[in-house]
Protein backbone atom coordinates (compact mmCIF):
# COMPACT_ATOMS: atom_id res chain seq x y z
CA UNK A 1 0.00 0.00 0.00
CA UNK A 2 1.47 3.25 -0.71
CA UNK A 3 1.82 6.35 1.23
CA UNK A 4 -1.19 8.47 0.29
CA UNK A 5 -1.51 11.37 2.88
CA UNK A 6 -2.34 14.33 0.31
CA UNK A 7 -5.13 15.80 1.73
CA UNK A 8 -8.26 14.76 0.51
CA UNK A 9 -12.52 14.47 1.17
CA UNK A 10 -13.97 11.47 2.23
CA UNK A 11 -17.46 11.51 3.73
CA UNK A 12 -18.48 8.76 6.35
CA UNK A 13 -21.40 7.69 4.01
CA UNK A 14 -23.00 8.73 0.80
CA UNK A 15 -26.25 6.91 -0.27
CA UNK A 16 -25.68 5.31 -3.61
CA UNK A 17 -28.17 6.67 -6.06
CA UNK A 18 -28.25 5.67 -10.00
CA UNK A 19 -29.72 5.78 -13.21
CA UNK A 20 -32.35 2.91 -12.17
CA UNK A 21 -33.07 5.05 -9.53
CA UNK A 22 -33.57 8.26 -11.23
CA UNK A 23 -35.89 6.39 -14.25
CA UNK A 24 -37.87 4.65 -11.51
CA UNK A 25 -38.21 8.17 -10.13
CA UNK A 26 -38.80 10.05 -13.26
CA UNK A 27 -41.62 7.55 -14.08
CA UNK A 28 -43.80 8.04 -11.34
CA UNK A 29 -43.42 11.18 -11.46
CA UNK A 30 -44.91 10.94 -14.82
CA UNK A 31 -47.84 8.35 -13.53
CA UNK A 32 -49.64 11.24 -12.31
CA UNK A 33 -49.70 8.77 -9.06
CA UNK A 34 -47.18 10.27 -6.56
CA UNK A 35 -48.80 9.69 -3.07
CA UNK A 36 -49.40 6.15 -1.45
CA UNK A 37 -50.36 3.57 -4.09
CA UNK A 38 -49.30 1.11 -6.63
CA UNK A 39 -45.28 1.55 -6.04
CA UNK A 40 -45.85 1.11 -2.61
CA UNK A 41 -47.73 -1.98 -2.52
CA UNK A 42 -45.13 -3.29 -5.26
CA UNK A 43 -42.29 -2.15 -2.97
CA UNK A 44 -44.19 -3.70 -0.12
CA UNK A 45 -44.55 -6.80 -2.19
CA UNK A 46 -41.03 -7.19 -3.10
CA UNK A 47 -39.61 -6.44 0.79
CA UNK A 48 -41.48 -9.16 1.92
CA UNK A 49 -40.35 -11.39 -0.48
CA UNK A 50 -36.74 -10.14 -0.06
CA UNK A 51 -36.44 -10.83 3.67
CA UNK A 52 -38.78 -13.84 3.98
CA UNK A 53 -41.71 -11.75 5.50
CA UNK A 54 -45.64 -12.94 5.20
CA UNK A 55 -46.50 -9.44 4.93
CA UNK A 56 -44.54 -5.81 5.03
CA UNK A 57 -46.28 -2.37 5.50
CA UNK A 58 -44.38 1.07 4.52
CA UNK A 59 -44.24 4.24 6.56
CA UNK A 60 -43.07 7.14 6.47
CA UNK A 61 -39.58 6.38 8.60
CA UNK A 62 -38.51 3.62 11.39
CA UNK A 63 -39.50 5.84 13.97
CA UNK A 64 -43.40 5.78 12.70
CA UNK A 65 -42.97 2.04 12.24
CA UNK A 66 -41.50 1.59 15.78
CA UNK A 67 -44.61 3.80 17.78
CA UNK A 68 -46.99 1.79 15.37
CA UNK A 69 -45.90 -1.20 16.34
CA UNK A 70 -45.84 -0.63 19.47
CA UNK A 71 -49.28 0.13 19.55
CA UNK A 72 -50.43 -2.55 17.32
CA UNK A 73 -48.56 -5.36 19.35
CA UNK A 74 -50.85 -4.20 22.72
CA UNK A 75 -48.35 -1.60 24.27
CA UNK A 76 -50.42 1.54 26.03
CA UNK A 77 -50.12 3.79 28.84
CA UNK A 78 -48.33 2.61 31.85
CA UNK A 79 -46.87 -0.05 30.44
CA UNK A 80 -42.92 -0.83 30.72
CA UNK A 81 -40.30 -1.76 27.73
CA UNK A 82 -36.78 -2.90 27.44
CA UNK A 83 -34.46 -1.75 25.02
CA UNK A 84 -31.16 -0.79 24.93
CA UNK A 85 -30.08 2.78 25.94
CA UNK A 86 -26.72 1.96 22.99
CA UNK A 87 -29.13 3.25 20.54
CA UNK A 88 -30.24 6.11 18.38
CA UNK A 89 -32.53 7.95 20.56
CA UNK A 90 -35.87 7.06 17.93
CA UNK A 91 -35.71 3.73 19.86
CA UNK A 92 -36.83 5.33 23.32
CA UNK A 93 -38.78 8.32 21.81
CA UNK A 94 -41.03 5.27 19.50
CA UNK A 95 -41.58 3.84 23.34
CA UNK A 96 -42.50 7.31 24.71
CA UNK A 97 -44.63 8.20 21.53
CA UNK A 98 -47.00 4.75 22.52
CA UNK A 99 -47.06 6.19 26.64
CA UNK A 100 -45.37 3.38 27.85
CA UNK A 101 -41.78 3.98 29.56
CA UNK A 102 -38.49 2.61 28.33
CA UNK A 103 -36.43 0.51 31.04
CA UNK A 104 -32.83 0.55 29.41
CA UNK A 105 -30.99 -2.96 29.71
CA UNK A 106 -26.73 -2.86 29.24
CA UNK A 107 -25.62 -4.29 26.04
CA UNK A 108 -22.69 -6.76 25.35
CA UNK A 109 -19.83 -5.05 25.22
CA UNK A 110 -18.32 -7.23 22.12
CA UNK A 111 -21.65 -6.79 19.94
CA UNK A 112 -22.98 -4.17 20.90
CA UNK A 113 -26.40 -5.64 21.42
CA UNK A 114 -28.78 -6.02 24.16
CA UNK A 115 -27.38 -8.48 26.89
CA UNK A 116 -30.08 -11.29 27.15
CA UNK A 117 -28.45 -11.82 30.80
CA UNK A 118 -29.38 -8.61 31.80
CA UNK A 119 -33.16 -8.78 30.57
CA UNK A 120 -34.49 -10.74 33.05
CA UNK A 121 -33.64 -8.27 35.96
CA UNK A 122 -34.95 -5.86 34.41
CA UNK A 123 -38.66 -7.16 34.02
CA UNK A 124 -41.48 -6.28 36.24
CA UNK A 125 -45.15 -6.74 36.70
CA UNK A 126 -45.34 -3.84 34.33
CA UNK A 127 -43.58 -5.06 31.54
CA UNK A 128 -45.18 -5.86 28.24
CA UNK A 129 -42.63 -5.98 25.22
CA UNK A 130 -38.81 -6.49 24.55
CA UNK A 131 -37.60 -3.70 22.07
CA UNK A 132 -34.44 -5.11 20.94
CA UNK A 133 -31.80 -3.62 18.59
CA UNK A 134 -29.78 -5.51 15.77
CA UNK A 135 -26.86 -2.88 16.07
CA UNK A 136 -25.12 -1.08 13.15
CA UNK A 137 -26.53 -4.26 11.33
CA UNK A 138 -25.04 -6.94 13.54
CA UNK A 139 -28.10 -9.46 14.70
CA UNK A 140 -29.06 -9.38 18.19
CA UNK A 141 -29.28 -12.63 20.10
CA UNK A 142 -33.13 -13.41 18.82
CA UNK A 143 -32.92 -17.60 20.51
CA UNK A 144 -31.96 -16.32 23.69
CA UNK A 145 -34.64 -13.35 23.83
CA UNK A 146 -37.52 -14.89 22.58
CA UNK A 147 -37.01 -17.70 24.86
CA UNK A 148 -37.03 -15.22 27.65
CA UNK A 149 -40.16 -13.10 26.28
CA UNK A 150 -41.94 -16.43 25.93
CA UNK A 151 -41.25 -17.55 29.75
CA UNK A 152 -42.52 -13.83 31.01
CA UNK A 153 -45.22 -13.46 28.74
CA UNK A 154 -43.80 -10.50 26.83
CA UNK A 155 -44.13 -9.45 23.06
CA UNK A 156 -40.74 -9.04 21.13
CA UNK A 157 -40.13 -6.09 18.53
CA UNK A 158 -36.99 -6.12 16.59
CA UNK A 159 -36.00 -2.56 15.74
CA UNK A 160 -34.10 -3.28 12.18
CA UNK A 161 -33.52 0.23 11.22
CA UNK A 162 -29.76 -0.92 10.20
CA UNK A 163 -30.33 -4.15 9.52
CA UNK A 164 -31.30 -5.12 6.30
CA UNK A 165 -29.50 -7.94 4.34
CA UNK A 166 -28.24 -9.20 7.96
CA UNK A 167 -28.83 -12.58 8.86
CA UNK A 168 -29.10 -14.52 12.13
CA UNK A 169 -28.72 -18.52 11.94
CA UNK A 170 -29.23 -18.08 8.11
CA UNK A 171 -32.45 -16.55 7.87
CA UNK A 172 -32.79 -12.97 6.99
CA UNK A 173 -33.49 -10.14 9.78
CA UNK A 174 -37.06 -9.07 8.94
CA UNK A 175 -38.06 -12.99 8.12
CA UNK A 176 -40.59 -12.92 11.80
CA UNK A 177 -38.02 -14.32 14.50
CA UNK A 178 -40.10 -12.11 17.08
CA UNK A 179 -43.55 -10.78 16.62
CA UNK A 180 -42.47 -7.73 13.94
CA UNK A 181 -39.49 -5.84 13.02
CA UNK A 182 -39.27 -2.00 11.37
CA UNK A 183 -36.47 -0.95 8.74
CA UNK A 184 -35.22 2.38 8.44
CA UNK A 185 -34.92 3.81 4.89
CA UNK A 186 -32.72 6.91 5.73
CA UNK A 187 -29.86 8.22 3.64
CA UNK A 188 -26.74 6.52 5.93
CA UNK A 189 -28.46 2.98 5.44
CA UNK A 190 -27.61 0.72 2.83
CA UNK A 191 -30.85 0.92 1.17
CA UNK A 192 -32.74 4.68 1.00
CA UNK A 193 -35.70 6.08 -0.07
CA UNK A 194 -34.65 9.32 1.31
CA UNK A 195 -36.23 8.86 4.19
CA UNK A 196 -39.09 5.80 5.03
CA UNK A 197 -39.31 2.68 6.74
CA UNK A 198 -40.97 -0.78 6.37
CA UNK A 199 -42.65 -3.07 9.18
CA UNK A 200 -42.46 -7.47 8.65
CA UNK A 201 -44.65 -9.42 10.27
CA UNK A 202 -45.72 -12.78 9.64
CA UNK A 203 -49.60 -11.80 10.88
CA UNK A 204 -52.02 -10.69 8.16
CA UNK A 205 -54.33 -9.36 10.85
CA UNK A 206 -51.90 -7.27 12.30
CA UNK A 207 -50.39 -5.97 8.83
CA UNK A 208 -54.09 -4.92 7.83
CA UNK A 209 -54.62 -2.85 10.80
CA UNK A 210 -50.90 -1.46 10.34
CA UNK A 211 -52.40 -0.30 7.12
CA UNK A 212 -55.24 1.40 8.39
CA UNK A 213 -53.49 3.01 11.35
CA UNK A 214 -50.79 4.86 8.67
CA UNK A 215 -53.60 6.48 7.22
CA UNK A 216 -55.52 7.49 9.69
CA UNK A 217 -57.48 4.91 10.26
CA UNK A 218 -59.42 4.72 6.90
CA UNK A 219 -61.20 1.35 6.37
CA UNK A 220 -60.48 1.55 2.46
CA UNK A 221 -57.15 3.10 0.88
CA UNK A 222 -56.97 5.90 -1.82
CA UNK A 223 -55.59 2.69 -4.22
CA UNK A 224 -58.33 0.55 -3.38
CA UNK A 225 -61.19 3.52 -3.62
CA UNK A 226 -59.70 4.51 -6.81
CA UNK A 227 -59.21 0.97 -8.32
CA UNK A 228 -63.23 0.22 -7.23
CA UNK A 229 -65.87 -0.17 -10.16
CA UNK A 230 -68.58 0.97 -7.62
CA UNK A 231 -68.49 3.85 -4.85
CA UNK A 232 -66.25 2.99 -2.13
CA UNK A 233 -67.40 4.87 1.14
CA UNK A 234 -64.51 5.02 3.60
CA UNK A 235 -64.86 4.88 7.51
CA UNK A 236 -62.46 6.19 10.18
CA UNK A 237 -63.05 3.17 13.07
CA UNK A 238 -60.37 4.79 15.52
CA UNK A 239 -57.94 7.28 15.63
CA UNK A 240 -54.64 7.00 13.17
CA UNK A 241 -51.91 8.95 11.62
CA UNK A 242 -50.13 10.09 8.67
CA UNK A 243 -47.73 7.69 8.70
CA UNK A 244 -47.48 6.99 4.74
CA UNK A 245 -44.80 6.42 1.87
CA UNK A 246 -45.09 8.02 -1.45
CA UNK A 247 -45.05 6.49 -4.94
CA UNK A 248 -41.69 8.65 -5.29
CA UNK A 249 -39.99 6.82 -2.36
CA UNK A 250 -41.20 3.06 -3.30
CA UNK A 251 -40.02 4.12 -6.48
CA UNK A 252 -36.93 4.53 -5.61
CA UNK A 253 -36.94 1.48 -3.03
CA UNK A 254 -38.14 -0.96 -5.67
CA UNK A 255 -34.64 0.24 -7.86
CA UNK A 256 -32.96 0.07 -4.68
CA UNK A 257 -33.68 -3.07 -3.77
CA UNK A 258 -33.20 -4.48 -7.37
CA UNK A 259 -29.17 -4.04 -6.18
CA UNK A 260 -29.40 -4.60 -2.25
CA UNK A 261 -27.04 -8.29 -2.75
CA UNK A 262 -24.49 -6.11 -4.95
CA UNK A 263 -24.07 -3.74 -2.16
CA UNK A 264 -24.49 -5.94 1.03
CA UNK A 265 -21.13 -8.09 -1.07
CA UNK A 266 -19.20 -4.79 -1.51
CA UNK A 267 -19.59 -3.22 2.00
CA UNK A 268 -18.72 -6.74 3.13
CA UNK A 269 -15.94 -6.62 1.09
CA UNK A 270 -14.56 -3.34 1.93
CA UNK A 271 -15.18 -4.09 5.89
CA UNK A 272 -12.93 -7.04 5.79
CA UNK A 273 -10.88 -4.81 4.21
CA UNK A 274 -10.24 -2.14 6.99
CA UNK A 275 -10.09 -5.09 9.67
CA UNK A 276 -7.40 -6.60 7.58
CA UNK A 277 -5.16 -3.66 6.96
CA UNK A 278 -5.72 -1.97 10.44
CA UNK A 279 -4.85 -4.86 12.33
CA UNK A 280 -1.72 -2.62 12.48
CA UNK A 281 -3.21 -0.83 15.20
CA UNK A 282 -3.21 -2.80 18.39
CA UNK A 283 -5.65 -0.33 20.35
CA UNK A 284 -8.11 -0.47 17.97
CA UNK A 285 -11.11 -3.14 17.98
CA UNK A 286 -12.25 -4.21 15.04
CA UNK A 287 -16.26 -5.04 14.65
CA UNK A 288 -16.91 -8.83 15.97
CA UNK A 289 -19.30 -11.03 13.85
CA UNK A 290 -19.92 -14.30 15.89
CA UNK A 291 -20.60 -17.45 14.66
CA UNK A 292 -24.20 -17.83 13.41
CA UNK A 293 -24.95 -14.19 12.52
CA UNK A 294 -24.17 -12.15 9.20
CA UNK A 295 -22.96 -8.24 9.70
CA UNK A 296 -24.27 -6.32 6.66
CA UNK A 297 -21.57 -3.68 8.10
CA UNK A 298 -24.18 -0.99 7.69
CA UNK A 299 -21.39 0.78 9.52
CA UNK A 300 -17.82 -0.34 10.53
CA UNK A 301 -17.79 0.59 14.32
CA UNK A 302 -14.64 0.73 15.87
CA UNK A 303 -13.29 0.45 20.16
CA UNK A 304 -10.17 1.97 21.17
CA UNK A 305 -9.00 0.41 24.16
CA UNK A 306 -7.96 1.32 27.25
CA UNK A 307 -4.51 1.87 26.95
CA UNK A 308 -5.16 3.81 23.42
CA UNK A 309 -2.26 6.34 23.46
CA UNK A 310 -5.10 8.73 21.83
CA UNK A 311 -9.09 9.78 22.58
CA UNK A 312 -11.66 9.38 20.68
CA UNK A 313 -12.81 12.44 20.62
CA UNK A 314 -8.92 13.85 19.23
CA UNK A 315 -8.69 10.70 17.16
CA UNK A 316 -11.86 12.38 14.95
CA UNK A 317 -10.40 15.47 15.28
CA UNK A 318 -7.23 14.32 13.65
CA UNK A 319 -8.83 12.97 11.03
CA UNK A 320 -11.33 15.36 10.04
CA UNK A 321 -8.64 17.80 10.31
CA UNK A 322 -7.28 14.91 7.21
CA UNK A 323 -10.61 15.48 5.09
CA UNK A 324 -12.10 12.49 6.63
CA UNK A 325 -15.77 12.31 8.49
CA UNK A 326 -16.19 10.20 10.84
CA UNK A 327 -18.67 10.09 13.76
CA UNK A 328 -18.84 8.76 17.07
CA UNK A 329 -20.37 5.68 17.81
CA UNK A 330 -23.64 4.48 19.14
CA UNK A 331 -25.18 7.28 21.37
CA UNK A 332 -26.02 6.32 25.36
CA UNK A 333 -29.56 6.99 25.18
CA UNK A 334 -29.66 7.67 29.29
CA UNK A 335 -26.94 10.67 28.62
CA UNK A 336 -29.26 12.82 27.08
CA UNK A 337 -31.51 15.23 28.87
CA UNK A 338 -34.80 13.71 28.51
CA UNK A 339 -33.98 10.18 29.68
CA UNK A 340 -31.43 11.02 32.63
CA UNK A 341 -31.72 9.08 35.94
CA UNK A 342 -30.16 6.60 37.83
CA UNK A 343 -28.86 4.03 35.00
CA UNK A 344 -25.46 4.37 35.22
CA UNK A 345 -23.83 2.23 37.08
CA UNK A 346 -26.56 -0.25 35.53
CA UNK A 347 -25.07 -0.09 32.20
CA UNK A 348 -21.40 0.25 32.55
CA UNK A 349 -21.16 -1.39 28.92
CA UNK A 350 -23.27 0.79 27.52
CA UNK A 351 -21.39 3.71 28.80
CA UNK A 352 -18.02 1.83 28.02
CA UNK A 353 -19.69 1.93 24.49
CA UNK A 354 -20.70 5.16 24.16
CA UNK A 355 -17.45 7.18 25.30
CA UNK A 356 -14.98 4.64 23.27
CA UNK A 357 -16.52 4.13 19.64
CA UNK A 358 -16.28 5.80 16.55
CA UNK A 359 -17.38 4.92 12.84
CA UNK A 360 -15.20 5.01 10.05
CA UNK A 361 -16.11 5.67 6.98
CA UNK A 362 -17.95 3.25 4.52
CA UNK A 363 -19.91 3.38 1.15
CA UNK A 364 -21.02 1.90 -2.00
CA UNK A 365 -18.98 4.04 -3.97
CA UNK A 366 -15.82 4.14 -1.67
CA UNK A 367 -13.07 3.57 -3.90
CA UNK A 368 -9.64 1.67 -2.42
CA UNK A 369 -7.94 4.36 -2.91
CA UNK A 370 -10.52 6.21 -0.71
CA UNK A 371 -10.38 3.51 2.28
CA UNK A 372 -6.27 2.99 1.55
CA UNK A 373 -6.20 7.55 2.53
CA UNK A 374 -8.18 6.57 5.82
CA UNK A 375 -6.25 3.67 6.50
CA UNK A 376 -3.44 5.17 6.23
CA UNK A 377 -3.82 8.47 8.26
CA UNK A 378 -5.43 6.26 11.16
CA UNK A 379 -1.82 4.30 10.65
CA UNK A 380 -0.10 7.71 10.67
CA UNK A 381 -2.13 9.46 13.83
CA UNK A 382 -1.18 6.31 15.55
CA UNK A 383 2.40 6.63 15.09
CA UNK A 384 2.28 9.96 16.04
CA UNK A 385 0.20 9.48 19.40
CA UNK A 386 2.60 7.01 20.16
CA UNK A 387 5.58 8.95 20.50
Known sequence: MSAILQSRSVPVARPSIGQDEENALLGTLRSGWVSQGARVAEFETKFAEYVGASCAVAVSSCTTALHLALLAVGVRPGDEVLCPSLSFIATANAIVHAGATPIFVDVDSSTYNVDPNCIERAITARTKAILLVHQVGLPAELNEIRDIASRHGLVVVEDAACAIGAEYNGARIGRPQGVIACFSFHPRKILTTGEGGMITSADEKLAARLRRLRQHGMSVSDLARHGSRTVAIETYDEIGFNYRMTDLQAAVGCAQLRRLDEMLAKRRALACRYTEHLAT???????????????????????????????????????????????????????????????????????????????????????????????ECVNHVSQLASR
Open 281 to 375: VPWLVPPQEPPGLRHNYQSYMVRLTSDAPIGRDQLMQELLDRGISTRRGIMAIHREAPYRGDWDLLLPNTNAATDSTLILPLFHEMTEDDQDYVI
